[in-house]
Nanobody, 124 residues
Framework: QVQLVESGGGVVQAGGSLRLSCTAS????????MGWFRQAPGKEREFVAS????????DYRNSVKGRFTVSRDNAKNTVYLQMNNLKPEDTAVYSC?????????????????WGQGTQVTVSS
């Protein structure tokens, strides 16, 4: 298990940008695939993006492709989610999560460790 702490959420106008960070405890960060999920009020948690152990591979949900970029810095035990051209429908609590394996599709059950989440609110 790894402990995860997110930061960087906030309120932004539509078309704006935010960068979320997720910092992990321990010395095994590079052994985890990292993911970002989000949950809007009244909706199920949904996959946003994932990044492989070394950062050479990433995956995104269709609605954020071309707007969001996931990256990681293993020396800093941190994964990032750069979010550009934000839309009101991006409003949600964003959480990072850690998995031992890469998957062809992504589900919450693929991840064993979760952060507490950070709120992102996009106003129109």
């Amino acid at each position: 298990q790894v402990q995860l702490v997110e930061s960087g959420g906030g309120v932004v106008q539509a078309g704006g940008s935010l960068r979320l960070s997720c910092t992990a405890s321990g010395r095994t960060f590079s052994s985890y695939v990292m993911g970002w999920f989000r949950q809007a009020p009244g909706k199920e948690r949904e996959f946003v993006a994932s990044i492989s152990w070394s950062g050479d591979r990433a995956d995104y949900r269709n609605s954020v492709k071309g707007r969001f970029t996931v990256s990681r810095d293993n020396a800093k035990n941190t994964v990032y989610l750069q979010m550009n051209n934000l839309k009101p429908e991006d409003t949600a609590v964003y959480s990072c999560a850690a998995s031992r394996n890469w998957h062809s599709t992504w589900h919450t059950t693929d991840f064993g460790s979760w952060g507490q989440g950070t709120q992102v609110t996009v106003s129109s």
